[in-house]
């Protein structure tokens, strides 16, 4: 009923930038909280950044001051701008959204960041 497409991933060096999106379609307007999470190979998925409809945000400690996620209802939109990258961000990434009772992720894009 909800899906999620990500994009705006990919290679970029230590200190750079980029900007995820996630594309939301089908049910959208039963989506309350929207989140990043990101899965490193060997490590378990985990909670990047999310945020509710009333735009109140929360961040994992190793991405606040450089990263900042954003919503666009009006374009069905969910954003992650990371700047300062550091070559530990590098991961799958993950949209999620929560619509009803149910949790609902889009594909993942690849982010690496060299150093």
């Known amino acids: 009923q909800v899906q999620l497409v990500e994009s705006g991933g990919g290679l970029v060096q230590a200190g750079g930038s980029l900007r995820l999106s996630c594309a939301a379609s089908?049910?959208?307007?039963?989506?309350?909280?929207m989140g990043w999470y990101r899965q490193a190979p060997g490590k378990q998925r985990e909670l990047v950044a999310r945020?509710?409809?009333?735009?109140?945000?929360n961040y994992a400690d190793s991405v606040k001051g450089r990263f900042t996620i954003s919503r666009d209802n009006a374009k069905n939109t969910m954003y992650l701008q990371m700047n300062s990258l550091k070559p530990e961000d590098t991961a799958v990434y993950y949209c999620?959204?929560?619509?009803?009772?149910?949790?609902?992720w889009g594909q993942g894009t690849q982010v690496t960041v060299s150093s």
């Open positions: 089908g049910k959208i307007d039963s989506i309350n909280t």
């Open positions: 999620n959204a929560i619509a009803l009772w149910s949790y609902y």
């Open positions: 945020i509710t409809s009333g735009a109140d945000t």
